[in-house]
């Protein structure tokens, strides 16, 4: 069975910093595009962050570049996403999420598994 299990959102002011984890249990990281997706209110769900270890490929969505860095620990099995200089529009659940990546191009565009979501909320 495999599980997602987020920590770490949490509400900041704007310009300050967040760091969210991902623990996953049943996957491998060298088998599976790992990485964080968010939906604000009103919004379609959306990529964020992505790493696939086995195409050595990192995908950002241009609206976090230079202030989003994820990383894994592949021997813990998790993946974190540092937040930095976080705006009002990052306000989101975000979700941690794993995909089998039958193509390269699906990295961060769709996924096989979810966490549970964890709140961010900006404040201006």
């Known amino acids: 069975e495999v599980q997602l299990v987020e920590s770490g959102g949490g509400l900041v002011q704007a310009g300050g910093s967040l760091t969210l984890s991902c623990v996953a249990s049943?996957?491998?990281?060298?088998?599976?595009?790992i990485g964080w997706f968010r939906q604000a209110p009103g919004k379609e769900r959306e990529g964020v962050a992505c790493i696939s270890s086995a195409h050595g490929r990192t995908y950002y969505d241009d609206s976090v570049k230079g202030r989003f860095t994820i990383s894994t620990d592949n021997a813990k099995k998790t993946v974190t996403l540092q937040m930095n200089n976080l705006k009002p529009d990052d306000t989101a659940v975000y979700y941690c999420a794993a995909d089998q990546l039958r193509y390269l191009s699906d990295l961060c565009y769709r996924s096989d598994y979810w966490g549970q979501g964890t709140q961010v909320t900006v404040s201006s």
């Open positions: 049943g996957i491998s990281f060298n088998d599976y595009g």
